[in-house]
T-cell receptor, first 110, second 115 residues
């Protein structure tokens, strides 16, 4: 069966510090992968998606970036975090019609 | 552009009763998919049900059913026999005809089940 992992589960970072969030998928190959962000009490906003290794599409211009160094690995990064980057970050993958989400990373920027 | 609207920020329902969560959408794509997700306080997004725009019958999954009215562009979620564990945020989402199969989400509805 397929499984999606995210780490870390929670993260507290100072403003201006770098960020690296990792997402990996098991049990499938060449999945479409997605990064979403959810502000407190709000819906999900798509940040990036990838249809293959090295292929990244950005939906929202910001100080975040994404990379896909391996087929089942998707990384969200920032060189300098802003207060507005705080939120709940969810990775997702799609085998077909459905889209399944990882457990999420709760990021607090202080 | 696609848009999903959930007009109920919060809903109460008595345990064991049915509840309908509203969702309307707007798209120019002839083919699309509609989704409902549940998000409990733990934060995980749990896939509940999917409806394709060309599906002839309304989707059902256990206690969940999707009341799909294409002409009205609505895709309401019906939860029958509510349980205390159904208390959560519920999100409606849509996928249009795009290369990345991305989802557009509504703002969510918080459902609270009363004992």
């Amino acid at each position: 069966s397929q499984t999606i992992h995210q780490w870390p589960a929670t993260l507290v970072q100072p403003v201006g510090s770098p960020l690296s969030l990792e997402c990996t998928v098991e049990g499938t190959s060449n999945p479409n992968l997605y990064w979403y962000r959810q502000a407190a009490g709000r819906g999900l906003q798509l940040l990036f998606y990838s249809v293959g290794i090295g292929q990244i599409s950005s939906e929202v211009p910001q100080n975040l970036s994404a990379s896909r160094p391996q087929d089942r690995q998707f990384i969200l990064s920032s060189k300098k975090l802003l207060l507005s980057d705080s939120g709940f970050y969810l990775c997702a993958w799609t085998p077909g019609n459905e889209q399944f989400f990882g457990p999420g990373t709760r990021l607090t920027v202080l | 552009a696609q848009k999903i609207t959930q007009t109920q920020p919060g809903m109460f329902v008595q345990e064991k009763e049915a509840v309908t969560l509203d969702c309307t959408y707007d798209t120019s794509d002839p083919s699309y998919g509609l989704f409902w997700y549940k998000q409990p306080s733990s934060g995980e997004m749990i896939f509940l049900i999917y409806q394709g725009s060309y599906d002839q019958q309304n989707a059902t999954e256990g206690r969940y059913s999707l009341n799909f009215q294409k002409a009205r562009k609505s895709a309401n979620l019906v939860i029958s026999a509510s349980q205390l564990g159904d208390s959560a945020m519920y999100f409606c989402a849509m996928r249009g005809h795009n290369a990345g199969n991305m989802l557009t989400f509504g703002g969510g509805t918080r459902l609270m089940v009363k004992p």
